[in-house]
Structure formats: C-alpha cells, structure tokens
C-alpha cells in the first residue's frame, strides 16, 4: 500500500487547533475577571481532560457496544480478522474490536492514538453488507486512526462542550442583583460566540476528514467501489430504523460514518458531506484505479 500524508488534512487540522486554542486563550481570559465561573470553568477543564483520555471507553460506553476477543462467536471471529487484515495493510497496530447491539447500521473509531484506538461496528452494519463492503467501512475508519484526526475531533469537541455547559448553565450564577448578574451575562455571551465558532470549526474539519477516510479507504482496500456501495446501503436503510434507536445513538453522530438524517437544517450543520457527493468521488477514484 502506498500511503501518501493529505496535507490539506493536516493542514486544516493544524488551523482549527490554531484557532480554537486562541479562541480558548481569549475565553479564559474573560472568564477568570469572574471568580465563580472561572472555577467552574477550570473544573469543567480537568473533567473534560479527563475525558479524552477515556475517550474510547467512553464512546463504547455510550453505543453500549462491547469490547469483543476473536472467541467470542463468529461475528467477532470474522471482525477480528478482517480488522487485522486491514490494519496489516494500512501499517496500522490492530486496533480493539467493539459491537454494539443496535439496528442503526453504523461504524466508528475512537481513541486518542494509533496505539490504544478502538473501532466499533454495529449489528445492523453487519445484517446490512456484504463481506467486501464491510470491508470499506472498517478501512475508512482505520483510516481515520491512520490519519489521527479521531484524536482532534476528540480535543476539539470538548474544549467546545466547556463553552456549551456555560451558556447552558451560567445562570445559576448570577444573583438578584442586576450589578451583580452584569459580569455573569458577559461571560455567557462570550461562551456562546466561542460555542458558534468551535461549532463551525469543527463542522469544517469533520466534513473534510470524511472525504481524507474516504480516500484512505480506497487506498487500504483497492476498492473504491466497495466503500460507495456501502455508503448507499446504509444511507438508504437509515430510513427504515426505529426512531427510539436512533435517539439512542445521536450523540454519536460526528463519529459515524454515516450521520443520522435530520431536516434541512440540520443537514446544513451537517458533520458530514452528502453521502452523494462521497459516492461521485469515490468512483471517479475508482476509474483512475482502472487506468493505471
């Protein structure tokens, strides 16, 4: 396999770090004149930084997916091999193999690093493709673990959820004095500009990382067309999930590789391209492959 570094990954992952930790250095500047929401901040900091070392565990916990050995029956047998075959091929250590019981037909990788990376797939993915598409699902999230931008999406996602917990929750530091509230209305007012702009940051980068997976699925596997297929199957069998399972699996949404359908809103702020789109680019990658 010839794997070639995208730059223009890295790049955009080097400026959104850029950014959002300017942007978390302005913040916490505003938030230390209030003593009150600076601690709360600072302690919301430690937890959260705690979180992305638990990260993996954590978003396992939440997909109530399960952690599985090669022994454990023939789905897991069949996954392990496929993913140590795969992350042989991608020069990749193997990462832990996850299930999750769900009939929303999904798949994500997570962890801070190549070494400790963890990829889940679900029981509705698996009911859902063929071995070869399966195949590209896996590989694009190994790709993502090649790439290591689960590890920014990680980093950038809870400096933004500091933000969101203030605007959500300043209020209750405020008191019944107007004089007194003025410095707590300050403070969530710029929670919620750093909030927007991390939320816009990151939807940037997570499209682009999607398109970087893509073509390092192709790269992995050789078959472009076998990841296109799989993203139209599971695109078109969303439909057809209970509307209490994909609630249950929402929060994971920035992760998998297909997100949950929302309205037209929704899919503007989407943290993904259009799945159409992902298709056109594979095939096109598809008919180079054959010229050469």
């Known amino acids: 396999m010839e794997w070639k570094p995208d730059w223009g990954l890295r790049g955009r992952m080097a400026f959104t770090m850029f950014l959002l930790f300017a942007l978390y250095i302005a913040f916490g500047a505003v938030l230390l004149q209030f003593r009150g929401l600076g601690v709360w901040a600072a302690f919301m900091g430690i937890f959260l930084f705690a979180q992305f070392f638990f990260s993996d565990k954590l978003a396992l916990y939440s997909m109530g997916a399960t952690v599985v050995d ?3 029956g023939p789905q897991a047998k069949k996954l392990h091999a496929m993913v140590g075959r795969l992350s042989q091929q991608a020069d990749l250590p193997k990462p832990k193999v996850a299930i999750a019981d769900t009939s929303v037909p999904n798949a994500f990788a997570t962890g801070r690093s190549q070494k400790n990376a963890a990829v889940c797939v679900t029981t509705g993915l698996m009911r859902t493709l063929d071995d070869d598409e399966l195949e590209g699902v896996i590989a694009h999230e190994l790709a993502h673990v090649k790439n290591r931008d689960v590890m920014v999406m990680t980093i950038a996602s809870f400096l933004s959820s500091i933000a969101f917990l203030i605007v959500r929750w300043g209020w209750f530091f405020g008191g019944d004095d107007n004089r007194q509230n003025m410095p707590v209305i300050v403070a969530i007012l710029a929670s919620l500009v750093v909030w927007i702009i991390s939320y816009l940051l ?80 594979l095939r096109d990658m598809e008919r180079e492959m054959e010229t050469f």
């Open 70 to 72: 090669e022994d454990d």
């Open 202 to 281: 990151i939807r940037a980068l997570s499209r682009y990382r999607e398109y970087a997976a893509d073509r390092g699925a192709a790269v992995i596997t050789g078959r472009p067309s076998a990841l296109a297929s799989a993203l139209l199957k599971i695109s078109g069998r969303m439909e057809n999930v209970p509307k209490r399972d994909m609630r249950e699996t929402s929060e994971m949404n920035a992760f998998f590789i297909i997100p949950i359908k929302s309205d037209f809103i929704g899919r503007l702020f989407s943290t993904h391209p259009s799945t159409e789109n992902r298709v056109e680019r």
